[in-house]
């Protein structure tokens, strides 16, 4: 199985960017599959945030989509979350996961994102 | 779009089976077979038990299986063990515009 490993900033401001990127360790992004990413509030369920094909294709969630942008540069397999205008709400475990083909067999260990000032 | 419906928690005892139920509608459940279910323990990543209703992932025990009636798609575990208290989610991929709808969660106990 492919290994995914989420990194960034793991307190963001009010009113600002959140941006995460999700690397993916002896696999390259090229080989197929769409790849995701989700986000748990504390304490609550999951959430499907948008996926991403390596060839740009994406899909977003309509609550979500004025808000993110998700890019991939395949020259280092990696694929980024941008969420704007955050708020307390984004607070939340980030995930990132690759899609089988309608399941995600492969996720990141997850990062907590606090949206505090 | 609405998230699937799971029971907030499951009990049994070690040995024993149980069923988590996970109701949605004719435009996820009812119309795809892409139904999946995942196992969460605190603080860790989901892993995939089961993939397009009744397919066990990779490495994962016999003692879980999966099907679908209607809008209706459930999760058994039998044999129920210690290390099967966890989180447990079912999702969908639906005909909406949100692509997958995940469960409401059910928290299984083993007693």
């Known amino acids: 199985q492919v290994q995914l490993q989420e990194s960034g900033p793991g307190l963001v401001r009010p009113s600002e960017t959140l941006s995460l990127t999700c690397t993916l360790s002896?696999?390259?992004?090229?080989?197929?599959?769409?790849w995701v990413w989700f986000r748990q509030p504390p304490g609550k369920g999951l959430e499907w945030i948008g996926s991403?094909?390596?060839?740009?294709?994406?899909f977003y969630n309509p609550s979500l989509r004025s808000r993110i942008t998700i890019s991939v540069d395949t020259s280092r397999s990696q694929f980024s979350l941008e969420l704007s205008s955050v708020t307390a709400a984004d607070t939340a475990v980030y995930y990132c996961?690759?899609?089988?083909?309608?399941?995600?067999?492969?996720w990141g260990q997850g990062t907590l994102v606090t949206v505090s000032s | 779009q609405s998230a699937l419906t799971q029971p907030a928690s499951v009990s049994g005892s070690p040995g024993q089976s149980i069923t988590i139920s996970c109701t949605g509608t004719?435009?996820?459940?009812?119309?795809?077979?892409?139904v999946s279910w995942y196992q969460q323990h605190p603080g860790k990543a989901p892993k995939l038990l089961i993939s397009d209703v009744n397919y066990r992932s990779s490495g994962v025990s016999v003692r879980f299986s999966g099907s679908k009636s209607g809008n209706t798609a459930s999760l058994t575990i039998s044999g129920l063990q210690a290390e099967d208290e966890a989180d447990y989610y079912c999702?969908?991929?639906?005909?909406?515009?949100?692509?997958?709808?995940f469960g409401t969660g059910t928290k299984v106990t083993v007693l």
């Open positions: 004719s435009g996820d459940i009812g119309r795809y077979d892409y």
């Open positions: 999702t969908s991929y639906t005909s909406g515009t949100v692509i997958y709808v």
């Open positions: 991403i094909y390596h060839s740009g294709n994406t």
């Open positions: 996961a690759k899609d089988q083909g309608f399941s995600f067999d492969s």
């Open positions: 002896d696999y390259s992004i090229t080989n197929g599959y769409y």
